[in-house]
Nanobody, 119 residues
């Protein structure tokens, strides 16, 4: 199972970015999907997650600014970020909890994409 994230970049405060992540490989179904971030010197933290049925959960720090969505047919998850703040600067990682074809569960990570917000 492989996750490929894209969409990071450099943006001014108040601007927007959209991150996308596609899941490929051999699996039975994808359960929860999410986005995490890790700023320099800090631990990785959950930004937002979404169930297969579309129920979303957001960290308090980004609530009302970010929107997570997924396309079950395309095995993708996206994160719309607007408006961005300098404190949102971090490497963003996508995550997917999958059920493999042998019905074992496993969690997988994308490679990370840098988001930098200038003041």
């Amino acid at each position: 199972v492989q996750l490929q994230a894209s969409g990071g970049g450099l943006v001014q405060a108040g601007g927007s970015l959209r991150l996308s992540c596609g899941v490929s490989g051999s699996f039975f179904v994808i359960n929860d999907m999410g986005w995490y971030r890790q700023a320099p010197g800090k631990q990785r933290e959950l930004v937002a997650s979404i169930t297969r049925g579309g129920n979303a959960h957001y960290a308090d720090s980004i609530k009302d600014r970010f929107t997570i969505s997924r396309d079950n047919a395309k095995n993708t998850v996206s994160l719309q970020m607007n408006p961005l703040k300098p404190e949102d600067t971090a490497i963003y990682y996508c995550n997917a909890d999958v059920v493999l074809r042998n019905l074992q569960k496993s969690s997988h990570w994308g490679q990370g994409t840098q988001v930098t917000v200038s003041s």
